[in-house]
T-cell receptor, first 112, second 117 residues
């Protein structure tokens, strides 16, 4: 079993839809959870950063962490064509020298 | 804040030559930088972790003599692909860790696309 599992998609939705992206993980020591967005041929951009369990909202984006289920989610409300990208979940343990474990990434296309 | 740059953004070279890629943190000091390789439609693959002033730590299967890393200062790390071959063609991305602001994580550069002919 891989440490972090993420459905690679591709996921295609119409503009305005609510998008749900998910990752599961096996290492209960993970404490920090991140979502990155990567446009084609670009470096990943940090979208959301969460410590431990709970929800975090930033504009149209909401990140959820459920440590009891080892499950994290990213919700995108009112999706836009500009949201079309690959979304990578990432996580790390405390004191890991910031070394991240990534999911494979989910390719999202939002159709106008 | 948290801007990381890479240079060059794209490089084409002949087989057997060496290529140097620079990674700079522009508005913060990064004690740790990371180098990744990404093949088309694949996720990021960590190659090595680089700490300022010390030797890099390479991931299993990454040849340290082929991928030379120098982390000379708190804002600059370089990756040199020595004697590059076509199979080294890939997208190389660096990241820098930023601490002390409650968002201790990695910030990525825009990547360098290497094509070895």
């Amino acid at each position: 079993q891989k440490e972090v599992e993420q459905d690679p998609g591709p996921l295609s939705v119409p503009e305005g839809a609510i998008v749900s992206l998910n990752c599961t993980y096996s290492n209960s020591a993970f404490q920090y959870f991140m979502w990155y967005r990567q446009y084609s041929r670009k470096g990943p951009e940090l979208l959301m950063y969460t410590y431990s369990s709970g929800n975090k909202e930033d504009g149209r984006f909401t990140a959820q962490v459920d440590k009891s289920s080892k499950y994290i989610s990213l919700f995108i409300r009112d999706s836009q064509p500009s949201d079309s990208a690959t979304y990578l979940c990432a996580m790390r343990v405390e004191g890991s020298n910031y070394k991240l474990t990534f999911g494979k990434g989910t390719l999202l296309t939002v159709n106008p | 804040g948290a801007v990381v740059s890479q240079h060059p953004s794209r490089v084409i070279c002949k087989s057997g030559t060496s290529v140097k890629i620079e990674c700079r943190s522009l508005d913060f000091q990064a004690t740790t930088m990371f180098w990744y390789r990404q093949f088309p439609k694949q996720s990021l693959m960590l190659m090595a972790t680089s700490n300022e002033g010390s030797k890099a730590t390479y991931e299993q299967g990454v040849e340290k003599d082929k991928f030379l890393i120098n982390h000379a200062s708190l804002t600059l790390s370089t990756l040199t692909v020595t004697s590059a071959h076509p199979e080294d063609s890939s997208f190389y991305i660096c990241s820098a860790s930023r601490a002390g602001l409650g968002r201790e994580t990695q910030y990525f550069g825009p990547g360098t696309r290497l094509l070895v002919l």
